[in-house]
């Protein structure tokens, strides 16, 4: 409490102490605008569906095939990786290749496109031998 206040007696008793002593300012004294940097902003989010048709474990690489061809991801560490409620981990993506597939990802600075979220199509449903179909 006590620091307070003695922060607003320094701040209010400052101006009127200041402009006493103070000469006229002229132009080039002035303080110059310091230009600051925006941080950078992320490319926007982007979304492909096609079939898991390479898997690279080693180089955290996919390459899924779509109707207007292949298009390569790297797998980002700490993508999300799903199969309906089931969470997979990046090393299991090899066991899924020919699967459906949903890959969000933003594409970087050089092309390179980087793959956050990674949705497998579920898995159909399995049919016992005794249910007659």
Sequence with gaps: MRLIIILLAIVTNSGPIAARGARPADASARPRAVPFSLPQ??????????TLDEVDAAAALIVVKTATGRQSFLVQNGATIRQGSKTIKAAELGAHRGERVKVRYREAAGGVRRAEWIILASPPPSRGKGNGL
């Design 41 to 50: 902003q992320q490319p926007p989010e982007r979304s492909l569906v096609g």
